[in-house]
């Protein structure tokens, strides 16, 4: 069955240090997304792709990035962790039409910045 | 800027206590509305996708119904599976992201 996972689950890190977190979905969808949800605020959009090579600022971009070079993986890196950043990450997917069509979650992971 | 609002924020339910819970909206032309379910430690699973005022969706025990102002999720005779934080979503014509709501957390006792 296709399915989109995150790797890794758990993580805890110190601030200042890259960290870098995995998505990868088997639905060959066109659209990736990332997300963190924080007590109060919901799901913030931080980036997302609709496609290879394709990559856009959500609302809550700053301190985050992303690339996309083949259709299954969309990895976010935080480039210097901060305190702040500490949350629970979520990617998504959807296709194949770009952004139009209703968005399937992984299973979160939950990062730690100390 | 669009923004949804949903209430409340928590709600408790016997067994059979039928209920609704509210999302109300405001954006610049809507594309559509989603309706989400999360159980604890886990992702979103999709729920719903209503598209224009007066659709109406259902699935199980779940009615989703849609106005131009506010979506409502009715809840008839629930069981304590049904117990998550539901999330509801919209996304604009002119705009490709979702904005969501912080979400209503259910319980229901047996």
């Known amino acids: 069955d296709a399915e989109i996972t995150q790797s890794p689950r758990h993580k805890i890190t110190e601030t200042g240090r890259q960290v870098t977190l995995a998505c990868h979905q088997t639905?060959?969808?066109?659209?990736m997304f990332w997300y963190r949800q924080d007590l109060g605020h919901g799901l913030r959009l931080i980036h997302y792709?609709?496609?290879?090579?394709?990559?856009n600022k959500g609302e809550v971009s700053d301190g985050y990035s992303v690339s996309r070079s083949n259709t299954e993986d969309l990895p976010l890196t935080l480039e210097s962790a901060a305190s702040s950043q500490t949350s629970v990450y979520f990617c998504?997917?959807?296709?194949?039409?770009?952004?139009?069509?209703?968005?399937?979650f992984g299973p979160g992971t939950r990062l730690t910045v100390l | 800027e669009d923004q949804v609002t949903q209430s409340p924020e928590a709600l408790r339910l016997q067994e059979g206590e039928s209920s609704s819970l509210n999302c109300s909206y405001t954006?610049?032309?809507?594309?559509?509305l989603f309706w989400y379910r999360q159980d604890p430690g886990k992702g979103p699973e999709f729920l719903f996708t209503?598209?224009?005022a007066g659709e109406e969706k259902e699935k199980e025990r779940l009615k989703a119904t849609l106005t131009k102002k506010e979506s409502v999720l009715h809840i008839t005779a629930p069981k304590p599976e049904d117990s998550a934080t539901y999330l509801c979503?919209?996304?604009?014509?002119?705009?490709?992201?979702?904005?969501f709501g912080a979400g209503t957390i259910l319980r229901v006792k047996s």
């Open positions: 998504a997917s959807s296709g194949p039409a770009a952004g139009f069509n209703e968005q399937f």
């Open positions: 639905w060959n969808h066109n659209n």
């Open positions: 792709s609709y496609g290879v090579q394709d990559t």
């Open positions: 954006v610049s032309g809507l594309r559509g």
């Open positions: 209503l598209y224009s």
């Open positions: 979503a919209v996304q604009a014509r002119d705009g490709n992201k979702l904005v």
